[in-house]
T-cell receptor
Framework: DSGVTQTPKHLITATGQRVTLRCSPR?????VYWYQQSLDQGLQFLIQ???????AKGNILERFSAQQFPDLHSELNLSSLELGDSALYFC????????????FGPGTRLTVL | AQKVTQAQTEISVVEKEDVTLDCVYE???????LFWYKQPPSGELVFLIR??????QNEISGRYSWNFQKSTSSFNFTITASQVVDSAVYFC?????????????FGSGTRLQVQP
């Protein structure tokens, strides 16, 4: 158990819908990262927050957004969902903004029908 | 731009064999970090090791060992006396310190099947 929690574990929804994925980092970790794992794209970085502020963006679509709250938990919002958004979404946390090891949550498997 | 290549898509070995997973990386940064993660069939990503670009010493942890060679931009991972529980997908990843990109750039992964 990495100490990073993600909910829900599974999510099934329809095209055009909007969903919210939630992540709680390990106790004491200030940095939260979101990654997407799909069969065709592999593991891709989406976005990073550090102590409530957006720090870096990767290959995140405009239909996706995220935020980190004062209690350091983070939410990833996915809207106008398409079939191609079906993937495993991971949240990871690390202590600081340095390249420390990132500890990953169990992931949320999103299926868009 | 940074890139990580894991040319071996899938490797199958018999239990107790040694196996080496290859990782080649590209970066323009002089300060960077390399990682290995394991993804067992259950799906979670498990951290195995972090190595910074200034430390080329090989590392051994039990049956696991890592060989970092800057001259060939490689960070290979060897499992000695493999076991069925080692069956998983293994990812090599890179993080750059100088450019401020802390996020991990992953390779495509190597699926290791250890047969009993």
């Amino acid at each position: 158990d990495s100490g990073v929690t993600q909910t829900p574990k599974h999510l099934i929804t329809a095209t055009g819908q909007r969903v919210t994925l939630r992540c709680s980092p390990r106790s004491g970790d200030l940095s939260v990262y979101w990654y997407q794992q799909s069969l065709d794209q592999g593991l891709q970085f989406l976005i990073q927050y550090y102590n409530g502020e957006e720090r870096a963006k990767g290959n995140i679509l405009e239909r996706f957004s995220a935020q980190q709250f004062p209690d350091l938990h983070s939410e990833l919002n996915l809207s106008s969902l398409e079939l191609g958004d079906s993937a495993l979404y991971f949240c990871a946390s690390s202590v600081t903004d340095s390249p420390n090891e990132q500890f990953f949550g169990p992931g949320t498997r999103l299926t868009v029908l | 731009a940074q890139k990580v290549t894991q040319a071996q898509t899938e490797i199958s070995v018999v239990e107790k064999e040694d196996v080496t997973l290859d990782c080649v990386y590209e970066t323009r940064d002089t300060t960077y970090y390399l990682f290995w993660y394991k993804q067992p069939p259950s799906g979670e990503l498990v951290f195995l090791i972090r190595r910074n670009s200034f430390d080329e010493q090989n590392e051994i942890s039990g049956r696991y060992s890592w060989n970092f060679q800057k001259s060939t931009s490689s960070f290979n991972f060897t499992i000695t006396a493999s076991q069925v529980v080692d069956s998983a997908v293994y990812f090599c990843a890179l993080s750059e310190a100088g450019t401020g990109r802390r996020a991990l750039t992953f390779g495509s992964g190597t699926r290791l099947q250890v047969q009993p």
